[in-house]
């Protein structure tokens, strides 16, 4: 294996790279456009919630209750309902998320030590949404039943409930959902760089030029792997980052273990890349070829739904997916601390993925060259 012919045609695929204003686009700017779009846009919390209050109680403690609501980042009160008949059209139209419908005689059962229930109506339509409203709504009013119990000096329950959050203390869903955009985005760029390294060549002609040439098949296939796992590392670099700078995720575990992780998912990706690239005649097939792959492949790696809860036919399929382990890879390091001995069930998944694909991407590669 000559590593000049390797090295010059990898040289020659950069330059074709670089040249093209298009791929310089999709190479640099897209990747950072789309971190930031997701890490602010993609989240599970919710912060000032469309709500409205029906209060019919002209007591103190009704008051303090909605005080509470108003200084809460996760509720902003746009409307105050004077007749019940509003409530209705409130949820209809989405102009609010729910409604908290505080009765009459509120603050006068609570000085009496009555059961109070206050009505709460929820716009069900996004249930994932509206369970979260919920149970915000909830530790409000747990928080306001724990300070009327202290301040009337009664005797609270004996168990209490202490909650303590590991790995995500705040319970922030950004410290789940960005760590995740790093598998995510490299694997498009490395995927789309080399799904069009040979269709590229076809359409322009140039691929039979590059046959006469003293470089052996497997040579090509390695020169034309090479830019596109240099440019995942970069990328991934560079998000990683932005992700411990920008969106302040802290970095707990080995990095060399991250980096190992990265190193063969791109190997994956790229064996994927290529056998799209052999397959695809010009770069629009290529393009589509990627996409179909990408779609499921991010469905089925557990980026957005737990693997879990899949069907168990589904869960199996999942295991052809590099990005599932590199998931577990990445939130793992970032987040619980992992090293190397704590991943190695992911790694070789991911090298025996990178093997077949390469291998077959070879076989297409040479059995396709005429």
Do not use: C
């Amino acid at each position: 294996m000559n590593f000049g012919h390797i090295i010059a045609l990898a040289i020659k695929e950069f330059l074709a790279l670089l040249r093209d204003k298009r791929s310089r686009i999709v190479i640099i700017i897209p990747p950072v456009v789309q971190l930031l779009l997701f890490s602010f846009a993609a989240t599970y919390d919710l912060n000032n919630v469309p709500i409205a209050v029906y209060n019919q109680d002209t007591g103190s403690l009704s008051r303090d209750l909605i005080s509470r609501l108003e200084g809460s980042p996760n509720f902003q009160i746009i409307k105050t309902v004077s007749h019940e008949v509003e409530i209705a059209p409130l949820i209809d139209n989405k102009d609010v998320l729910l409604v908290l419908n505080i009765g009459p005689r509120f603050s006068a059962n609570m000085l009496s030590g009555i059961n109070t229930p206050v009505q709460l109506v929820l716009d069900g339509r996004n249930s994932n949404t509206a369970m979260t409203a919920m149970n915000y709504l909830r530790t409000i009013l747990l928080d306001f039943n724990g300070e009327w119990i202290k301040q009337q000096g009664q005797a609270g329950p004996k168990t209490v409930l202490e909650i303590r959050n590991r790995y995500n203390e705040n319970l922030q869903s950004r410290w789940f959902i960005v760590p995740g955009i790093v598998g995510l985005l490299t694997l498009v760029v490395t995927l789309l760089v080399t799904a069009l390294s040979v269709a590229r060549e076809r359409e322009a002609g140039t691929f039979d030029q590059l046959l006469v040439t003293p470089i052996r098949p497997v040579e090509i296939l390695i020169g034309k792997a090479i830019p596109g796992i240099l440019i995942g590392l970069l990328e991934s670099t560079v998000i990683i980052i932005l992700m411990v700078v920008l969106f302040k995720i802290p970095l707990r575990g080995d990095i060399g273990a991250l980096y190992l992780g990265i190193v063969l998912f791109l190997l994956s990706a790229t064996g994927v890349g290529l056998m799209i690239s052999s397959i695809s005649v010009t770069q629009q097939q290529a393009i589509l070829g990627a996409f179909l792959f990408l779609v499921p492949a991010v469905i089925l790696s557990g980026f957005s739904t737990p693997i879990a809860n899949m069907p168990e036919v589904v869960q199996w399929l999942t295991y052809l997916d590099p990005l599932r382990y590199f998931l577990i890879i990445v939130r793992g390091v970032f987040l619980e601390g992992d090293s190397y001995g704590l991943l190695f069930n992911q790694y070789w998944p991911m090298l025996i993925i990178s093997i077949v694909t390469l291998a077959f991407s070879g076989w297409l590669f040479r059995h396709r060259m005429y």
